[in-house]
């Protein structure tokens, strides 16, 4: 037997789809830039489960003179030649501004993005330390990217 939808589901379901809506019709003001934006990886190391482990700290950081670290979000090196690839995949079958290069689209993309693809490859466990210790990634991986280590 079906289930009836209450009058509240009716209205909460209304409120949603006018929800979704608005926030598809918000544009910026009149005037209103972005500030320059830049994706970059950042050498850091971590303690993880009692030992040092290396990691990349991939940053959406502001393009000037000060370079804000906007967002950002932490790679065990060990890993990071699989978020590369992950990510790649994604930017090809994104779609991208014209001439947007992968910096600039990951830039674009912000932190919530590349938590949700890389979610497998950021969470850690104890028997994950022996493979995460010691591991240098190719710099011509990260330069191949389009992605400058600070």
């Given amino acids: 037997m079906p289930h009836a939808?209450?009058?509240?589901?009716?209205?909460?379901i209304a409120a949603a789809q006018d929800q979704l809506i608005h926030q598809a019709h918000i544009k910026p003001a009149d005037g209103f830039q972005l500030k320059p934006t830049r994706?970059?990886?950042?050498?850091?190391?971590?303690?993880?489960?009692?030992?040092?482990?290396?990691?990349?700290?991939l940053c959406v950081e502001s393009d000037d003179e000060n370079s804000e670290i906007l967002q950002s979000v932490d790679i065990p090196v060990a890993r990071f030649e699989e978020a590369i690839q992950l990510m790649e995949q994604a930017y090809r079958s994104d779609e991208k501004k014209p001439e947007?290069?992968?910096?600039?689209?990951?830039?674009?993309?912000?932190?919530?993005?590349?938590?949700?693809?890389?979610?497998?490859?950021l969470s850690i466990g104890p028997d994950d330390l022996p493979y995460l210790l010691n591991v240098q990634v190719s710099?011509?991986?990260?330069?191949?990217?389009?992605?400058?280590?600070v």
Avoid at 48 to 57: A, D, S
Avoid at 139 to 149: E, P, Q, W, Y
């Fill in 5 to 12: 939808i209450s009058e509240s589901d009716r209205s909460s």
């Fill in 39 to 57: 994706l970059a990886v950042h050498k850091i190391s971590k303690q993880v489960f009692g030992r040092i482990v290396p990691f990349y700290h």
């Fill in 100 to 121: 947007e290069g992968f910096a600039q689209w990951g830039a674009r993309k912000g932190y919530p993005f590349f938590t949700e693809l890389l979610e497998d490859i």
């Fill in 139 to 149: 710099k011509d991986l990260v330069k191949d990217a389009g992605l400058n280590i």
